[in-house]
């Protein structure tokens, strides 16, 4: 796993041994900084062989469609597609972001039942679940290594401080029962479990 960070948004490309995924993207007009970060990281934009957005807040899919562009493919799960235009009034709000949008009709859309034999297919051992508790389409990628990637996710550790929320002590306990070794979040340190 490699944390590409090039804004407000930590972006993690995971390496498979038939291509990669990338999960999420910054904020829209990131594109060179994202590109820096790639090769920085010694990767090129062929390795990536899809994109997947723990959900769709602008701070996630900001670069989505100016990757589509250049042949990376979106992925979404299926629980995702009401939302994937969430983001475009937030966008259109500002003419200088240059925003590209979202073109959901060229997404590859799976359901998380579907998501280990999609990874699998470039190499990679895991799987997708749905985590709704930040988001109605909020998900989160659990690696078979440990690795578990979960977006804006509340931390684990705040849970006593969020009794008014039970989706997400159901979200953590899911992704607990997956026996995770590391929590790695979009906007906050990652967390290592013993």
Not at 21 to 47: Q, S, V
Request: a negative charge.
């Amino acid at each position: 796993m490699i944390r590409l960070k090039y804004g407000n948004t930590n972006t993690f490309y995971v390496p498979g041994t038939n291509g990669g995924l990338l999960i999420d993207t910054d904020y829209a007009c990131t594109l060179p900084a994202f590109f820096r970060a790639l090769k920085t990281n010694h990767l090129e934009l062929g390795d990536i062989s899809y994109v997947l957005p723990t959900h769709c807040h602008p701070d996630h899919v900001g670069l989505i469609g100016e990757l589509q562009k250049f042949g990376v493919k979106l992925l979404l799960i299926d629980s995702q597609l009401g939302r994937v235009r969430f983001a475009d009034d937030i966008f259109a709000r500002d003419s200088r972001l240059r925003y590209v949008p979202i073109d959901e009709k060229q997404a590859r859309i799976i359901s998380c039942d579907e998501s280990r034999t999609l990874l699998r297919s470039i190499g990679i051992d895991g799987e997708i679940i749905r985590t709704p508790s930040h988001s109605e389409d909020s998900v989160s990628v659990i690696l078979d290594c440990g690795d578990c990637f979960v977006g804006d996710l509340e931390p684990y550790e705040y849970l006593d401080g969020y009794e008014e929320n039970p989706q997400l002590q159901k979200d953590w306990n899911l992704i607990m029962s997956k026996r995770p070794r590391r929590i790695l979040y979009a906007h906050a340190n990652e967390k290592a479990l013993t």
